[in-house]
């Protein structure tokens, strides 16, 4: 059977053998050494044929590709290949150091989506965004990597679940909806770089401390996604707090789990920190 036309992610639930291939999607490009560097809720969509799933990764508009990868592709004339996309707009050949990225205007070229931005890249945007206001130079750089594209994906998933049980409490608690409103704008209406920083770093708080429990389930009332967000921010503390990069290996398992607990909905049990 074809698969039917492709929709953006935010339309259906995230627990699908689906969010698996862009994993997956990622983690190939990777090994042909291309990064995304703009995985965000626009780029992820999720087949919608029931009998045969499929994720899809797209727009690599702002990816970028390694010199050795070209190097390999074209041995004869890699030289002028690499020079002339270093010089493009969006430096698709770079070193992924944020301040070789960083034009006259002050904004930095080819760095992916604020929403869903990894935490180590806003930190690096806000601090080099008070350094040039301050005409101080900076020596704090950041190198992207895939673990980054990996963090974007888990945002974008979470994001995905909110906005799919708002759309619910639309249909079904109109009175409801407005209240989870807010905590959608508490969570993600922010614009400035380290304000939504700021407001990441909550959102690892909630889901990787015992004492907010309650403030989960109110986002998330399903228990598998609830138990998805729990031990996706782990993922995420461990990155940022103790340099545990994500993994293609930990992601799949983290996937891989929630795919099987769906389908045995009594085995999903909230589980402790």
């Known amino acids: 059977m ?8 935010c339309k259906q639930p995230s627990h699908d053998q689906s969010e698996f291939h862009n994993v997956l999607g990622l983690y190939s ?3 042909l050494g291309v990064d995304h560097r703009d995985v965000s809720i626009g780029n992820v969509f999720l087949g919608t044929d029931p009998e045969k799933a ?5 727009d690599l508009d702002l990816s970028s590709i390694s010199e050795e990868a070209i190097k390999v592709a074209h041995p004869n004339d890699h030289e002028s290949i690499i020079k002339q996309m270093k010089d493009g707009e969006w ?12 034009t006259a205007l002050l904004y930095p070229c080819a760095q992916g989506t604020a929403l869903f931005m990894a935490g180590g890249l806003l930190t690096a945007l806000t601090n080099l965004g008070l350094y040039n206001h301050r005409a101080i130079k900076s020596d704090f750089t950041f190198r992207h990597r895939l673990c980054h594209d990996f963090e974007s994906l888990i945002w974008v998933v979470v994001y995905a679940m909110m906005i799919h049980h708002k759309n619910h409490l639309a249909v079904t608690d109109p009175d409801m909806c407005e209240l989870y409103k807010k905590a959608l704008d508490d969570c993600w209406s922010v614009q400035a770089y380290n304000n939504l920083r700021r407001c990441h770093n909550d959102m690892i708080f909630t889901g990787c401390s015992f004492d907010t429990q309650y403030i989960v389930s109110s ?14 921010m782990r993922l995420l503390r461990n990155q940022a707090q103790d340099g545990d990069p994500i ?7 983290l996937f891989e789990k929630h795919i099987q607990l769906a389908k045995e909905p009594q085995n999903c049990v909230p589980v402790s920190n």
């Open 91 to 102: 430096r698709t050949v770079c070193d992924h150091d944020l301040e070789s990225a960083w």
């Open 219 to 232: 986002w998330f009332p399903d228990p598998h996604e609830a138990t998805f967000f729990r031990e996706a």
């Open 247 to 253: 993994t293609y290996e930990s992601l799949c398992k």
């Open 29 to 31: 490009l990777n090994l």
């Open 2 to 9: 074809q698969l039917s036309a492709p929709q953006k992610v």
């Open 54 to 58: 499929a994720g899809f990764i797209s």
